[in-house]
């Protein structure tokens, strides 16, 4: 059994990985941590998890961590992850960040998009992008840190990545409109999160500057072997979780939806168990609790309108962690994901 840690144990994403956590065959959860002072029974932080996990939520240090676990997720806000996982790595503990401070490529372009300064530049450059459909994603068991993609990132490259590594659409004028239930903005108060403020309500934000437009550049980029520009705007809509993104591309030369769907289904294939290319239009409650991303294309104007559903909790957040850290210790990639199951094991693997 491998132990594992989670940091920053209260949020939204937190809880969605200690419930698939507790269906996986080789994991114990062994520490939670808060940074507030008090601790408290996990029970009562999620009344969910009442009889079916007996931790605490503890302020610890790295020490402590070190003593109880061989594996840490980092579930702790941007600034604050870079300031601990040094410390974690250092420890010989293995390391999935589900936070932004090891997705970028460079300290200054992190710098510009969250206003912080990176402590931990060194690493930026070398900590593979925990995106494993994408090919050459460099996640496996010599890893030791793991940045976790975003949840709109994952929703539009999962969707654009075969589009482009093929040269069928465009690398530049992409625009993508997305939409994401509340939970996306994390478990803090924050006004604009009130139910009498979103209820009832649909709204555009970060308009121009939304962190996730560099993560989706670079990434895009890398997988197709030239330089993605995309227009990406978020919007938040009145419900708990679920992203939905419709993107607009302009086809490179003769085509149709039937040509598309049919790069998607080869990049993706057999071995991508958690992305579905569909016939329908998805929605998001058809992907809502689990780790699948739904995609299709329909054609508009002459234009190519690619359609990209996922949780943004799971497929966006704690499920594909998980994924990452099977790949991580050898596990199958299914491991805990598979509703109902333990995911594709065989014996005493």
């Given amino acids: 059994m491998v132990r594992a840690a989670i940091l920053g144990s209260r949020g939204y994403t937190a809880l969605e990985l200690i419930k698939i956590l507790l269906q996986h065959p080789r ?17 009562q932080v999620h009344p969910i998890l009442s009889g079916r996990l007996d931790v605490r939520c503890e302020r610890l240090d790295v020490s402590e961590i070190a003593e109880r676990a061989d594996v840490v997720f980092c579930c702790l806000p941007h600034g604050a992850s870079m300031a601990t996982i040094p410390g974690l790595l250092d420890a010989g503990l293995r390391v999935v960040d589900l936070s932004a401070d090891y997705r970028l490529d460079d300290a200054q372009t992190y710098n510009q998009w ?48 075969p589009l482009l590594s093929e040269r069928l659409i465009e690398a530049t004028g992409i625009i993508i409109d997305a939409k994401s239930g509340v939970s996306g903005a994390g478990r803090s108060p924050k006004l604009s999160n009130l139910y009498p403020e979103c209820n009832e309500s649909i709204s555009p934000y970060g ?3 939304h962190r996730h437009t560099p993560e989706i550049d670079l990434v895009l980029s890398r997988a197709s072997g030239q330089a993605v520009k995309v227009v990406f705007t978020p919007h938040l809509v009145p419900m708990d979780r679920g992203i939905l993104c419709t993107m607009y ?17 080869e990049f993706h294939g057999d071995g991508h168990r958690f992305v579905r290319i569909v016939d329908h239009l998805p929605r998001t409650r058809d992907v809502s609790g689990t780790n ?22 799971i497929k966006g957040a704690a499920g594909v962690a998980v994924q990452n850290f099977n790949l991580m210790y050898g596990f199958p990639e299914t491991a805990g994901l598979l509703p109902g199951r333990a995911g594709e094991w065989s014996g005493d693997e």
């Fill in 27 to 43: 994991v114990e959860i062994t520490a939670l941590t808060t940074r507030q002072d008090e601790s408290s029974d996990v029970s």
């Fill in 114 to 161: 969250y206003g912080l300064k990176h402590t931990d530049p060194d690493r930026l450059a070398e900590t593979p992008y925990g995106l494993p459909e994408l090919p050459g994603h460099g996640v496996d068991e010599t890893i030791q840190l793991v940045a976790n993609p975003g949840c709109y990132t994952s929703a539009s490259i999962l969707a654009l990545a």
């Fill in 207 to 209: 308009v121009g500057n």
């Fill in 249 to 265: 591309c302009r086809p490179t030369g003769q085509w149709s939806c039937e040509d598309m769907m049919r790069s998607l289904g």
């Fill in 292 to 313: 699948f991303c739904d995609i299709t294309v329909r054609e508009s104007g002459g234009l190519l309108v690619v359609f990209s559903a996922l949780d943004n909790l």
